[in-house]
């Protein structure tokens, strides 16, 4: 506990220490949060990554660390050697935000190495960059002489994007005794200037008036701004227009055509004449607003000049002016809701991917990191995820509008090498947009498979006469293969060391003794703890049964067992072979053949 005269002190501490405990926890669930004031140069420090995901610089840069943004523009980048978020481009916070009173830009981090996606929020804050400013720097203003003191007519409002203390504050006028300044806060908020007649008028001793007005915000220093008012005073005009109602509301679809009438305002004078003729206005309208929106002067029709988007802006509302002949003139307020429609279709970005997996890969590896989203709302803007069917993969939710592409089960590259996987996205809408992307993933082979003979068990008969390099023996294999070819003449039956001259008593070599080589030394190069080729995977002759015979490659994808030394060719080996290749001599081993 602490003592009562530390007590200012422990709730500082206590106050740091939250902070950064709520720092941990929002990193930790995939949240950072950082505050930067506009204008700032580009590279400038927005905050330390590496430090609140507790990873050093370099470690965050070999892990393929990298920012991304839902827009076109990029406002900010990783750092890769310090681990620092910057600025990558001057941020204007009345440009992105306008009068809104909080701006804040997302991003997400996307850690590829770890398959890792964290949300990054940073909010703008403004500074005292603009000063007010009115739209028509010189306004006249009609009167009667007959004008009542007291009465009051609305000024044009000043405009200053910056917000908070930053924003307009007060207003000022100056130049003449007969009229006075009041101000009055609007429902929204606004200060609403006004003109006042503080002393009676007389065209005949004055017939213009000369005014200053003044807006201030309340920055520091203050920046202010200014419009010159000209009084211009009529004869009277002693009835003023007044609308039809206070506030006009309609709702609009955002693919209502461009020349569409939306609404119409109404104000009515009894007066006559030009006292009576009324012109419509906007006294104050936006730049994007004006684009979009036109108001006839006569008619009060507000027209489509420009197509709505639901995504852009879902609200408007103007301010709309009917002044008489005679400088008479009364305002109201119209308020335009847009409503959605599903002209949006889902969009599906890659943020991260594989190009090749080996086939024996756990289920439930992440093959792909994937960020869905569709612009539209409710259920337009719902959307539905989806693989194409008969692939070994499945979609996993990430986070919020992230998936991962997972393996389902296990593959094998003998049955499919490579996959095409498409992820199709559906919005809710009726009827539903779609689309999709393709993924190419390469299926890397691992050692899964042992090598399998055709045969369990191969014979052949040899001539004495035999000349080296025959074709003793050929079996076709699905891999490259080898020959097994005589290397000297046998010697007798059952011998495996040639007798002087290599001549052969027998007169014929004994097929049992080759069968027994063949399919011995067949099971050796089968085992893959045989030392036969060198290895696994490779074929080779036991040396126990004698120097005779040898098994060489060759390209025609056969095994070939020669007598080795001649230079016959293969078609002529094989005519002076007196036995058939595997399975074509059907009598027994052991038995000779008559003459």
């Known amino acids: 506990m602490c003592a009562a005269r530390e007590g200012r002190w422990c709730r500082r501490q206590q106050a740091l220490l939250w902070c950064v405990l709520l720092a941990a926890w929002e990193a930790a669930w995939g949240q950072l949060r950082y505050s930067v004031p506009e204008e700032l140069p580009k590279g400038s420090f927005v905050g330390d990554v590496a430090e ?16 991304v943004s839902q827009g076109r523009t990029q406002y900010f980048a990783l750092h890769a050697s310090s681990g620092h978020l910057v600025t990558a481009e001057r941020i204007d916070r009345e440009q992105l935000c306008e009068s809104e ?26 500074i005292n960059d603009n000063a007010p ?27 200053d994007p910056d917000v908070g203390a930053n924003s307009l504050q007060s207003y000022a006028l100056s130049g003449d005794e007969h009229f006075s300044l009041s101000v009055q806060a609007g429902g929204d908020g606004e200060k609403r200037p006004e003109l006042v007649l503080a002393k009676a008028l007389d065209r005949e001793q004055a017939a213009f008036h000369e005014l200053l007005l003044r807006a201030s915000d309340g920055g520091d220093p203050s920046r202010t701004g200014t419009a010159r008012i000209r009084v211009a005073v009529l004869d009277a005009n002693d009835n003023a227009p007044a609308f039809s109602q206070a506030v006009y509301t309609v709702r609009v679809a955002e693919d209502v055509p461009v020349g569409s009438t939306l609404l119409s305002v109404t104000a009515t004078d009894p007066d006559d004449g030009t006292n009576g003729d009324i012109q419509y206005s906007f006294p104050e309208i936006s730049d994007k607003a004006s684009n979009i929106f036109h108001l006839e002067p006569k008619s009060g029709a507000i027209k489509l000049v420009r197509n709505l988007d639901f995504e852009v802006s879902s609200f408007y509302e103007l301010g709309v002016h009917a002044r008489d002949g005679g400088g008479l003139s009364d305002t109201a307020k119209v308020s335009i809701s847009v409503t959605d429609v599903n002209d949006n279709a889902p969009e599906i970005w890659v943020r991260s991917a594989l190009s090749e ?10 093959v792909a990191l994937l960020h869905v989203q569709d612009r539209d709302s409710g259920a337009n803007g719902e959307v539905r995820c989806s693989l194409g069917e008969s692939v070994p993969f499945r979609l996993e939710r990430a986070l919020d509008d992230y998936y991962s592409v ?38 890397l082979d691992v050692n899964d498979n042992a090598p399998v003979f055709a045969e369990a068990r191969y014979s052949a008969r040899v ?14 294999q699905p891999n490259p293969d080898w020959r ?48 036969l080729g060198g290895g696994t995977g490779t074929m080779g002759l036991s040396a126990r049964y004698g120097p005779q015979f040898t098994l060489q490659h060759v390209p025609d994808y056969r095994q070939n067992v020669y007598i080795p030394g001649s230079t016959a060719t293969l078609s002529n080996a094989a005519g002076k072979r007196d036995a058939k290749p595997s399975g074509g001599n059907k009598k027994k081993s052991g038995k000779k053949e008559k003459k």
């Open 52 to 67: 609140e995901l507790a990873l050093e610089p370099a470690a965050l840069g070999g892990r393929g660390a990298r920012v």
């Open 101 to 126: 009173p909080q701006c804040v830009l997302r991003c997400e981090l996307i850690v590829e190495g770890e398959m890792k996606v964290y949300f990054v929020t940073v909010e703008i804050m403004d």
């Open 133 to 159: 400013s009115f739209k028509n720097l010189e306004l006249e203003q009609k009167m009667s002489e007959m004008t009542a003191t007291g009465t009051r007519f609305p000024l044009p409002m000043a405009h």
């Open 357 to 366: 997996i080996s086939e024996d890969a756990a289920p439930g590896t992440v």
């Open 406 to 443: 997972v393996t389902a089960r296990e593959l094998d590259r003998e049955r499919a090498s490579e996959y095409n996987v498409t992820v199709r996205a559906a919005d809710g809408g009726s009827p539903a947009l779609r689309s999709g992307a393709v993924l190419a993933l390469r299926v």
């Open 463 to 476: 001539a004495e006469n035999n000349a080296e390099g025959a074709l003793v023996l050929t079996q076709a």
């Open 484 to 531: 097994f070819s005589q290397t000297q003449r046998p010697g007798t039956s059952g011998s495996q060391n040639g007798e002087e001259g290599g001549a052969w008593p027998n007169n014929q070599f004994d097929t049992e003794m080759l069968q027994a080589m063949i399919l011995a030394s067949a099971n050796e190069a089968a085992d893959v703890n045989a030392t």
